[in-house]
C-alpha cells in the first residue's frame, strides 16, 4: 500500500449497514487506538446510512462511548417495543434527528465540509450524488436524514434536501469509492472489502449490487436482515467487538502494527521455529537461520475471553450502552413479556392514536412543502400517462397502420370474389 506514504493520499470508506453499524465504530476505534495515522491523515471519510454517521462521528471526533451509547440506544428501544420495528412507537428517523440536532456541534458544517462525503439516492430516477460540502448545521443534518431514509421503512415521503427529494444513499452507492486503490473500504458483509469478516462459506460467488460485491452466503443473508431487524443489543456489540478484531488484522497483514496480537490471541504456544535459507555467499557447512513463523490468523469475538485487556475503552463503552435500567429488565424479562402481550389488544389503540397524532403534529411543518412536492408529482405522473395515450392513439389511427391493416382484408375480398 505505497499511497499510504504519502500524507492525504488515502480516503475511508463506510458501507451502509444499518442496525450493524456498529461494526464501523469498532474498526474506527482499532485504527484510532494503534494506527492514528490512518484517521489523521486521510483526506476524506466516504459514507452511506449507518456509515454517514460513522464518518462523521470522526470528523466531529466523537468517542466510541458517544457511538455505542447512540447506537445500542435505538436497538434497546426496538427491544422494549411489544411489536419490534412494526409498532407505531417505532420512528428511527425521528429518534436519530432529536439526537444529531442534541449532540453534534455548532461548527460540525465547518468540520464536515471537504472531509465528508454523504452517499444519497436521488428520487425518482436512483442516481447516485456525493455531498460534500455543507453550508449550515441543519443542511449536514437533512444530509445525514436523507442518506439514512429507507423507503417505507422509514416511510413514504422521501426527505428534501437542497430542493430535491433523496433517499438511502445505499441504494445507488452502498461503498463510495469501493474501485479505488487509495480508498480504504470498510464494510459488515463479506466480500470484496480491506476490512470485513473472513468468510466461512464454502461459495466463492460474489453478487455486485448498489456498487459494492457481496459474497453469496446465508451469513450476508441473515446479516442483511438483521441490519432492518435488530437482534439483541448484546449481539450488537459482538458485531462491534468483530470489527475491531478484523481492523487488527488488516493493519497486521499490511506491517501497520508492532506486534502479532492476533496470533497470541488465536494460539496460546510459542510460534514454530522454520528455517531460513542463506544467501549463496555463505558456506554449505553452515546452517540455515532459523526464524519464527508469525501467521495472522481470523479471530472470533468467541475467541476472545477478556476483550477489556485489548481495548478497554471500547469494552467500557459497550457495556455501559448495554446496560439496562431497572424497567426495562422487567419489561424484557418473561413475565413482562407475557404480561405486555396480553394487555396488548387494549394497549395497542391507544397507543396508535397517541403516536400517530404526535408524528402528525412533528409533520405539520413540512407539510405544505411535502403537498406540493405530492401534488407535482402527480401531475408529472398524469402527463406521463396522458403523453403515452396519446402516442399510441397516433400510432393506430396514421395511414401506414390503416393501410397495412387494410391490405390483408383487400386480398380476402378478391380471394372470395
Known amino acids: 500500500m505505497d499511497f499510504l506514504e504519502a500524507e492525504g493520499g488515502w480516503s475511508l470508506s463506510f458501507s451502509g449497514a444499518g442496525y450493524l453499524g456498529l461494526y ?21 471519510f466516504y459514507g452511506s446510512s449507518s456509515g454517514a454517521l460513522n464518518a462523521m462521528s470522526i470528523v466531529c471526533g466523537k468517542s466510541a462511548d458517544y457511538c455505542c451509547s447512540h ?4 436497538a434497546k428501544h426496538v427491544e422494549r417495543l411489544s411489536l419490534g420495528i412494526f409498532h407505531p412507537a417505532y420512528a428511527p428517523i425521528e429518534h436519530i434527528r432529536k439526537q444529531l440536532q442534541d449532540t453534534l456541534p455548532d461548527n460540525c458544517h465547518i468540520l464536515a465540509s471537504q472531509k465528508l ?9 436512483g442516481q447516485n450524488y456525493i455531498v460534500t460540502d455543507f453550508a449550515t448545521r441543519d443542511e449536514l443534518i437533512q444530509a445525514l436524514i436523507c442518506t439514512l431514509y429507507f423507503p417505507l421503512y422509514c416511510g413514504t415521503i422521501p ?23 487509495t480508498t480504504i473500504t470498510i464494510s459488515p458483509f463479506n466480500g470484496t472489502v480491506d476490512i470485513s469478516p473472513n468468510s ?10 448498489f456498487n459494492a460485491s457481496f459474497q453469496i452466503s ?10 432492518l431487524f435488530p437482534p439483541k443489543p448484546e449481539v450488537v456489540a459482538d458485531y462491534c467487538r468483530q470489527g475491531y478484531l478484523d481492523a487488527l488484522k488488516f493493519l497486521e497483514r499490511r506491517g501497520l ?108 411543518p413540512e407539510v405544505p412543502d411535502d403537498l406540493w412536492w405530492m401534488q407535482g ?41
Not at 200 to 209: K, R
Not at 218 to 226: A, H, P
Open 257 to 364: 502494527t508492532k506486534e502479532p496480537v492476533l496470533w497470541s490471541l488465536a494460539s496460546k504456544e510459542p510460534p514454530a521455529l522454520v528455517e531460513r535459507p542463506k544467501g549463496a555467499d555463505h558456506g554449505q557447512d553452515q546452517k540455515a537461520d532459523l526464524t519464527f513463523r508469525w501467521g495472522i490468523p481470523s479471530v472470533l469475538v468467541k475467541d476472545v475471553p477478556d476483550f477489556e485487556l485489548l481495548s478497554p475503552e471500547l469494552e467500557a463503552a459497550l457495556r455501559k450502552a448495554c446496560k439496562r435500567d431497572f424497567w426495562a429488565r422487567v419489561q424484557c424479562s418473561l413475565p413482562g413479556r407475557a404480561l405486555t402481550y396480553l394487555l396488548l389488544p387494549c394497549t395497542l389503540p391507544f397507543e396508535y392514536a397517541y403516536f400517530r397524532s404526535r408524528r402528525l403534529l412533528l409533520w405539520l
Open 200 to 209: 466461512t462459506s464454502a461459495n466463492l460467488n460474489e453478487l455486485t449490487a
Open 71 to 74: 447506537l445500542l440506544g435505538l
Open 24 to 44: 464501523h465504530v469498532g474498526a474506527t476505534q482499532c485504527l484510532r487506538e494503534r494506527a492514528p495515522r490512518l484517521l489523521q491523515g486521510a483526506s476524506r
Open 117 to 125: 462525503g454523504i452517499s444519497l439516492t436521488r428520487w425518482p430516477d
Open 159 to 181: 426527505p428534501a434536501f437542497r430542493g430535491e427529494r433523496y433517499f438511502d444513499g445505499a441504494l445507488s452507492n452502498n461503498l463510495p469509492f469501493n474501485d479505488s486503490p
Open 377 to 417: 408529482l402527480l401531475k408529472s405522473s398524469a402527463l406521463e400517462v396522458y403523453s403515452k395515450a396519446k402516442r399510441q392513439l397516433l400510432r393506430l389511427g396514421s395511414p401506414s397502420v390503416t393501410s397495412a391493416d387494410s391490405g390483408p382484408l383487400r386480398l380476402a375480398d378478391r380471394a372470395l370474389g
Open 218 to 227: 446465508t451469513r450476508n443473508f441473515f446479516m442483511g436482515l438483521m441490519s
